[in-house]
């Protein structure tokens, strides 16, 4: 596994690796993961550990910072980063744990079109969960924008916004996706729309350049 998540959090070098998972943990974990190896799960566990200075868990702030740092300083990531984390933080207990950071990445790390529906569930699910910020089961067309404007501002933009603005970008997105015109995209909404248009699951997950 050698997904954009996986890169990103290689870049610290906070601390020092702490001992390899468990036997039986890491057996429950592979289970969960399916497109997971356990080299994979091993080294992940090694770079996480580096990342939490061996407490095992990261805050958000810790999660931000990774993500500033990857990207090279810029602070503009962190509104992106945020909302990944709570929706990595399924428990929402203030902290991503290994255990939900590692099932996370076998998520994001899924490739729509060769996943079964499953797996194409769980990483529409989790995109639909960065997007709702406020976690009321719907995005509302604020939250759509905070997104693009957060990527927009540490990615080429050209890439993905075209001569559009990223509040036309946007716009754009969510009229395609808000399919009855209520001003609200449900996940039923959100899961059919990107079937259509992958843009919407692909920009959450912004390579550092």
Same mark, same amino acid.
């Given at each position: 596994m050698s997904g954009r998540l996986t890169l990103l959090f290689k870049v610290l070098n906070m601390g020092n690796a #702490? %001992?390899?998972?468990?036997g039986k943990y890491l057996n429950e974990i592979i289970s969960k993961c399916t497109n997971l190896e356990i080299d994979d799960a091993i080294q992940i566990f090694k770079d996480f550990q580096r990342q939490s200075g061996g407490k095992g868990k990261l805050s958000e702030d810790d999660f931000v910072k990774?993500?500033? /740092?990857?990207?090279? *300083?810029k #602070? /503009?990531?962190s509104a992106l980063a945020r909302n990944i984390f709570h929706a990595f933080d399924t428990d929402h207990n203030g902290f991503v744990e290994f255990e939900e950071f590692v099932v996370g990445l076998s998520v994001t790390e899924a490739c729509l079109v060769e996943a079964d529906q499953e797996m194409r569930i769980k @990483?529409? @699910?989790?995109?639909f969960d960065v997007y709702d910020k406020d976690r009321s089961n719907t995005i509302d067309r604020h939250e759509m924008r905070l997104i693009v404007r957060a990527v927009a501002d540490v990615v080429t933009v050209e890439l993905f916004l075209g001569e559009e603005t990223p509040d036309e970008f946007a716009d754009r997105l969510f009229e395609e996706a808000d399919e009855n015109?209520? *001003? @609200?995209? %449900? !996940? /039923? /909404? !959100?899961? @059919?729309?990107a079937e259509h248009n992958d843009t919407l699951v692909n920009m959450l997950l912004p390579a550092p350049v």
């Open positions: #702490s %001992t390899r998972p468990k990774v993500y500033i /740092e990857a990207f090279h *300083g #602070s /503009e990531i @990483k529409m @699910k989790w995109a015109k209520d *001003g @609200k995209i %449900t !996940f /039923e /909404e !959100f899961q @059919k729309a």
